[in-house]
């Protein structure tokens, strides 16, 4: 009971009511700069991107008036007619230049199909022209392994057709190419994701594994790619599938990619596929019952296999930025209580401390206490100041739906804000051991100034030891709690944590650990330091 009214009194001392708005505050313009900052990098690609085909009005109209043509010149309004019809399509339709856009893929398909078709056609056409003659006759007109030599990019192209005519199916692949524009072009203007994909079906397009899948967005009839089950279709079809590469692949391939050995690579690519069966369970569990995950992948998550083009933004998606509160948090804790114990020799009331009937480990261990609960209030206010901006801007319906999680071998939907606050409390655990150094510091050198400027320094070291730790041969930092303080960079798969995961296995185990012999260190050392001190008079 003793310590518990001794912690009552750190706070009575340390608080009050301006100290708690100035918190308030500086967690306030943090948070809502993070979520603004994260959706702002998980949007999606607006009017300012659309897929544009080339197109010059000026060269267009030049061409339209021009009489006698060339088969070069005639070939290029062609091609400008199409990009013009394309880019109209575009803007009306708002069709995004991103990867996650089907209609662009089409598009390209379209106008790959068409220049085909026109270039064979003209070979077919005219064989005994003297200009198409002369390409199919000379040999310097013909592929060559260091690149094209060709005089310009049509004749590149008819060369390259020369042989065609002599081909015996090549009216039936024409028409066969013919077919596709039709179903292309009949699937753009339904303008249907849902259509376009069971067309994918049924052409054996997709992954026997992703039909199941498919079938889901098309049976609820989705019809726009940014719906959140349109892009969880696209995050699961391209999550990686590939078997590991044996060790004479991988040093013809992978030794660049930033694994220090073979025996890594293998170690790394089966974190890979783990993580991506979780995944893929995850998201088939999001769909068949109609509830959002909030997986995020981002273009480091799996070596660059799926991107954040194929991300839909959730409210739970921002409050999960929680983790990378650490930092302001931190120097929060720096600020207002790096003198938790030197502030009290310097105004004196250490002397009416240590002359009350209590043991000085109390005290000390009281202050302690004060402190981690103090961290553990300005995260919580990070938390609802999260939740809050979250909610009003992408709603808090989301935020009362169910954490889908992989478990015990299955999918199981659980308490979000629970699941939540046991993540941030297993990535508090390093964040008591920069508190301890705090302490400790605080103790020994009874200098708040010093202390405050050295663990602010502290504070904000983490991304530089992530950095320092993936790009050079650093990888002994991982066994210290330093580079855990911002547990968001393993919690959110950034970039540097895969980068590390190349070289060594770094997980949040191994940081607990080092921290909490770090605590019990430095802490200890705390401890026999203010019983023993003397206190001046």
Same mark, same amino acid.
């Given at each position: 009971?003793?310590?518990?009214?001794?912690?009552?009194?750190?706070?009575?001392?340390?608080?009050?009511?301006?100290?708690?708005?100035?918190?308030?505050?500086?967690?306030?313009?943090?948070?809502?700069?993070?979520?603004?900052?994260?959706?702002?990098?998980?949007?999606?690609?607006?009017?300012?991107?659309?897929?544009?085909?080339?197109?010059?009005?000026?060269?267009?109209?030049?061409?339209?008036?021009?009489?006698?043509?060339?088969?070069?010149?005639?070939?290029?309004?062609?091609?400008?007619?199409?990009?013009?019809? #394309?880019?109209?399509?575009?803007?009306?339709?708002?069709?995004?230049?991103?990867?996650?856009?089907?209609?662009?893929?089409?598009?390209?398909?379209?106008?790959?199909?068409?220049?085909?078709?026109?270039?064979?056609?003209?070979?077919?056409?005219?064989?005994?022209?003297?200009?198409?003659?002369? *390409?199919?006759?000379?040999?310097?007109?013909?592929?060559?392994?260091?690149?094209?030599?060709?005089?310009?990019?049509?004749?590149?192209?008819?060369? /390259?057709?020369?042989?065609? @005519?002599?081909?015996?199916?090549?009216?039936?692949?024409?028409?066969?190419?013919?077919?596709?524009?039709?179903?292309?072009?009949?699937?753009?203007?339904?303008?249907?994701?849902?259509?376009? +994909?069971?067309?994918?079906?049924? &052409?054996? #397009? /997709?992954?026997?594994?992703?039909?199941? $899948?498919?079938?889901?967005?098309?049976?609820?009839?989705?019809?726009?790619?940014?719906?959140?089950?349109?892009?969880?279709? =696209?995050? @699961?079809?391209?999550?990686?599938?590939?078997?590991?590469?044996?060790?004479?692949?991988?040093?013809?391939?992978?030794?660049?990619?930033?694994?220090?050995?073979?025996?890594?690579?293998?170690?790394?690519?089966? *974190?890979?596929?783990?993580?991506?069966?979780?995944?893929?369970?995850?998201?088939?569990?999001?769909?068949?019952?109609?509830?959002?995950?909030?997986?995020?992948?981002?273009?480091?998550?799996?070596?660059? #296999?799926?991107?954040?083009?194929?991300?839909?933004?959730?409210?739970?998606?921002? $409050?999960? &930025?929680?983790?990378?509160?650490?930092?302001?948090?931190?120097?929060?804790?720096?600020? /207002?209580?790096?003198?938790?114990?030197?502030?009290?020799?310097?105004?004196?009331?250490?002397?009416?401390?240590?002359?009350?009937?209590?043991?000085?480990?109390?005290?000390? +261990?009281?202050?302690?206490?004060?402190?981690?609960?103090?961290?553990?209030?300005?995260?919580?206010?990070?938390?609802?100041?999260?939740?809050?901006?979250?909610?009003?801007?992408?709603?808090?319906?989301?935020?009362?739906?169910?954490?889908?999680?992989?478990?015990?071998?299955?999918?199981?939907?659980?308490?979000?804000?629970?699941?939540?606050?046991?993540? =941030?409390?297993?990535?508090?655990?390093?964040?008591?051991?920069?508190?301890?150094?705090?302490?400790? +510091?605080?103790?020994?050198?009874?200098?708040?100034?010093?202390?405050?400027?050295?663990?602010? *320094?502290?504070?904000?070291?983490?991304?530089? +030891?992530?950095?320092?730790?993936?790009?050079?041969?650093?990888?002994?930092?991982?066994?210290?709690?330093?580079?855990?303080?911002?547990?968001?960079?393993?919690?959110?798969?950034?970039?540097?944590?895969?980068?590390?995961?190349?070289?060594?296995?770094?997980?949040?185990?191994?940081?607990?650990?080092?921290?909490?012999?770090?605590?019990?260190?430095?802490?200890?050392?705390?401890?026999?330091?203010?019983?023993?001190?003397?206190?001046?008079?």
């Amino acid at each position: 009971m003793k310590i518990f009214n001794l912690v009552k009194s750190e706070f009575v001392k340390n608080y009050s009511l301006k100290k708690l708005l100035f918190i308030i505050l500086v967690i306030t313009i943090f948070g809502v700069g993070l979520v603004e900052f994260t959706n702002r990098f998980y949007q999606k690609d607006t009017g300012d991107n659309y897929a544009y085909f080339h197109f010059d009005e000026y060269e267009y109209k030049e061409l339209s008036a021009k009489e006698n043509k060339t088969f070069e010149e005639e070939y290029k309004l062609y091609e400008m007619n199409i990009a013009k019809e #394309m880019n109209e399509y575009i803007v009306k339709n708002k069709v995004s230049s991103s990867d996650y856009d089907w209609r662009n893929r089409l598009l390209m398909e379209i106008n790959f199909y068409l220049d085909n078709n026109y270039l064979d056609k003209l070979i077919l056409d005219n064989i005994d022209n003297s200009f198409i003659k002369n *390409i199919c006759s000379n040999d310097s007109y013909k592929p060559t392994e260091f690149g094209d030599g060709y005089a310009s990019s049509f004749v590149a192209q008819i060369a /390259t057709r020369c042989d065609h @005519y002599n081909d015996k199916d090549l009216d039936k692949k024409i028409a066969e190419r013919e077919k596709m524009i039709e179903d292309d072009s009949k699937l753009l203007k339904e303008n249907k994701y849902y259509l376009y +994909l069971q067309y994918l079906v049924d &052409q054996g #397009m /997709t992954y026997p594994d992703e039909v199941e $899948v498919a079938k889901l967005v098309i049976d609820k009839k989705v019809e726009d790619v940014n719906d959140w089950r349109a892009l969880s279709f =696209l995050q @699961y079809s391209n999550l990686p599938i590939s078997d590991i590469s044996d060790e004479k692949t991988y040093n013809e391939s992978y030794a660049t990619y930033g694994y220090s050995s073979y025996e890594d690579y293998v170690r790394y690519q089966k *974190i890979l596929k783990k993580d991506a069966e979780k995944d893929k369970k995850i998201i088939l569990y999001s769909l068949k019952n109609d509830i959002k995950h909030d997986l995020v992948f981002d273009k480091t998550t799996y070596s660059g #296999m799926i991107n954040n083009s194929f991300d839909y933004i959730t409210s739970k998606t921002m $409050v999960n &930025q929680s983790f990378h509160l650490t930092i302001i948090v931190l120097i929060l804790v720096c600020i /207002t209580s790096s003198g938790i114990v030197s502030n009290e020799h310097s105004k004196g009331t250490i002397k009416n401390i240590i002359t009350t009937p209590v043991k000085r480990y109390k005290i000390l +261990l009281s202050k302690f206490i004060y402190l981690i609960l103090h961290t553990y209030i300005i995260w919580l206010i990070g938390v609802v100041v999260l939740s809050i901006y979250a909610g009003i801007k992408f709603g808090f319906t989301d935020l009362i739906t169910p954490k889908l999680i992989y478990s015990g071998g299955k999918v199981v939907e659980v308490n979000y804000y629970l699941y939540l606050l046991k993540d =941030l409390f297993f990535a508090s655990i390093p964040v008591i051991a920069f508190l301890s150094i705090l302490f400790f +510091l605080s103790t020994v050198t009874l200098n708040t100034a010093l202390t405050t400027s050295v663990m602010t *320094i502290l504070a904000i070291i983490p991304s530089i +030891l992530y950095f320092m730790c993936s790009h050079f041969n650093l990888n002994f930092l991982i066994y210290t709690p330093l580079p855990y303080f911002d547990c968001g960079f393993i919690f959110n798969k950034h970039e540097f944590y895969t980068d590390i995961l190349k070289k060594v296995n770094m997980n949040l185990g191994i940081g607990i650990v080092a921290s909490l012999i770090t605590i019990i260190v430095f802490y200890g050392i705390t401890n026999v330091i203010y019983i023993k001190k003397d206190i001046k008079s």
